[in-house]
């Protein structure tokens, strides 16, 4: 293989520290992005679709009128299937290098001409502050870009032994079809990396973005397509959940899925996957990161200052709108109160309200759905007496979706607030006596269905070793004295087992592996040319 990429470095995250020049550009684009109106149409083969009009509004200003975004039916669908596969027939030929340059001037538009209107798009789209938005759809994303680049040349280059005579190779062909990504609302960086993962390895893709993320997927196609993707190849859907599956997963060209979202939601796909396979072409591969009830356990040898922060960022950045957020903690007796007096003083700290506001840590939920599930768990905790209400509790949604970060105490280890994904602000936490610190692991096993992330904290050796056994199937990412979420690509890869997923490990070759069908090439260059063996003399 003649071509050769330098090895990517992580993305530098900016600090927009007052009086810093990335600062005063991001508030400008702020400025321009709650001025302007925008239309957000599905992409299909080089063009914009018209369908059902609806409004697209700010969580933290919800009678802010954003733009207008336009949903397709079941022809959309079709149309976009047809373009993906005519796209397939020239795009999977493509030498990788022409591919591969693509992402990477995409990263580079990303990082530099587009940083602070990609970042001022998730801020007000998503609600997130700027640091919970730059290491997202700005650090993250260009990340996935280079270094998957990185991991594809790497699974390239491998290739078997050729004895003399013979001539032995892989090629490393995309999947015979096309691929359907189905992206959250919580991170742009996933929405980016999803279809774009698939499509680095020579696959065509129907991509339908969360509607609660479209107004920054809008600027996520943006840059492909000024990086040069070729018309086709990612075709972005504006469509429903049930009208693409009704359409996509019938078609005997699906070729794989590619998701993040409910574990709920995986289910049914992965069913109605089942009931379709003797129409398919080939079996499709499915590739799902869902959900998590991620825990943080604590060792009476943990330093509780430390552990305080941890719980203060792992359970409320973002809201705890992250499959990784902290949302159950087990502390030693001996620990917890000091622990969460610490906690609770910085709690009472947090400013809340719109991520404009850079002095703000807490901002709004995404929408009305979110906020009212969130609600029901926090008035159930609050009219359990096993459960005591430490902190937060609060909730308004007149100008926006605001909930007060909530700390709940529980007596009972598997009360439905220790084992079910909430996905707020909401973190429950059960003391256990010090001494019965290794029963306690098993609880922290047992309790939730999920295996995601999950952090310990101890400074006795023994102790996280003996915890890194016992809980070896609990996490899929798991955190040594650190808060359990916030993995870099490149140095921890996501993802994890159980009912979270099937552990592909986005940020990884492990990832991209599965969206190609290697072919085994064998060449003779001295054909035998009698049939029989040296034993037959």
Known sequence: MEWSFPLPANEVVLSYAPGSAERQELLEALEHAYREHVQVHSFIGGKRWEGTPFSL????RKHHLLGTAYRLGHEGVEAAIQAALQAHREWSRWPFERRAEIFLKAADLLSHKYRAAANAACMIGQSKT?????????????DFWRFNVHYAEWIMRWQPSSPSGVRNRLDYRPLEGFIVAITPFNFA??????????????????????????YSARIILDILLEAGLPEGVINMLVVSGPTLSEVALRHPQFAGLHFTGSTETLNLLWQSIGRNLPSYRNYPRVVAETGGKDFVWVHASADPQEVAVALARGAYEYQGQKCSAASRAYLPASQAEAVLHRLLEMMRSFRIGPPEDLSNFITAVIDKKSFDKIVSYIEMGKSDPAVTLLEGGGYDDTEGYFIQPTLFLTKEPFHRLMQEEIFGPVLTVYIYEDE??????????????????????AQDRRVIERALDALRYAAGNIYINDKPTGAVVNQQPFGGGRASGTNDKAGSPWNLIRWVSPRAIKENFLPPRDYRYPFMG
């Open 57 to 60: 509004a700010a969580p933290h």
């Open 130 to 142: 700027v640091f919970q938005s730059e290491i997202d759809i700005i650090a993250e994303l260009a």
């Open 189 to 214: 960086s996933i929405a980016g990396n999803l279809p774009s993962a698939p499509a680095l390895m020579g696959n065509v893709v129907l991509w339908k973005p969360a509607e609660t993320q479209l």
């Open 436 to 457: 019965e610190w290794e029963k306690s692991l098993y609880l922290v096993d047992e309790t939730s269905p999920y295996g995601l992330t999950g952090a310990i904290w």
